[in-house]
């Protein structure tokens, strides 16, 4: 059973174009939602991440956008361009260290 | 600061021989270590769980004698694969963390199989 539900599996944009990402879950034990850029070959690396009693977060060019009541939430990538071009996980983690991944976003900025 | 390395970066290996790949924590100490596998084009899957000083948790499905984890200290841990076969060929990524919800991703080892 998948825990964290991403959309869309791919994404292309336009340079300076709005790239969002969106996942959700079920579990309301999560209460710390990452999200990771991973280029190919390498380990994913956090970029941003959120708490549920913040509704958003911004750091950059990247919010994330969290809503409690619907189990959801997005990473939204402002300007958007082709080094942006990569693997977006989100994942959703428990107070156990467990964490969960959704299936990935590959995002195409073209120029 | 929070920087996981993995090694080796890249392994080819006999089939039937056993590999080791090591996860280190280098500027901080690692309560937990987590190892990972991911095919191609696909998300990450946990394999197992490892606190320093105790036995790895592995999740379902996971055979825990073909993939043997060591946690020697806070900032080592260890995968060894054994009798790998063509279908071990993986990505293979370590994360470890310092207590806290962050999760920090070594830059994986590629494992193949001949």
């Known amino acids: 059973q998948q825990q964290v539900k991403q959309s869309p599996q791919s994404l292309i944009v336009q340079k300076g174009g709005i790239s969002i990402i969106n996942c959700a879950y079920e579990n309301t034990a999560f209460d710390y939602f990452p999200w990771y850029q991973q280029f190919p070959g390498k380990g994913p690396a956090l970029l941003i991440a959120i708490r549920p009693d913040v509704s958003e977060k911004k750091e950059g060019r990247f919010t994330i956008s969290f809503n409690k009541s619907a189990k959801q939430f997005s990473l939204h990538i402002m300007d958007s361009q082709p080094g942006d071009s990569a693997t977006y996980f989100c994942?959703?983690?428990?107070?156990?260290?467990?964490?969960?991944f959704g299936t990935g976003t590959s995002l195409t900025v073209i120029p | 600061g929070a920087v996981v390395s993995q090694h080796p970066s890249w392994v080819i290996c006999k089939s039937g021989t056993s590999v080791k790949i090591e996860c280190r924590s280098l500027d901080f100490q690692a309560t937990t270590m987590f190892w990972y596998r991911q095919f191609p084009k696909q998300s990450l899957m946990l394999m197992a769980t490892?606190?320093?000083?105790?036995?790895?948790?592995?999740e379902q499905g996971v055979e825990k004698d073909k993939f043997l984890i060591n946690h020697a200290s806070l900032t080592l841990s260890t995968l060894t694969v054994t009798s790998a076969h063509p279908e071990d060929s993986s990505f293979y990524i370590c994360?470890?963390?310092?207590?806290?919800?962050?999760?920090?991703f070594g830059p994986g080892t590629r494992l193949t199989v001949t």
């Open positions: 994360s470890a963390t310092a207590g806290g919800y962050e999760q920090y």
């Open positions: 994942a959703a983690e428990n107070t156990g260290n467990q964490f969960y």
């Open positions: 490892s606190n320093e000083g105790s036995k790895a948790t592995y």
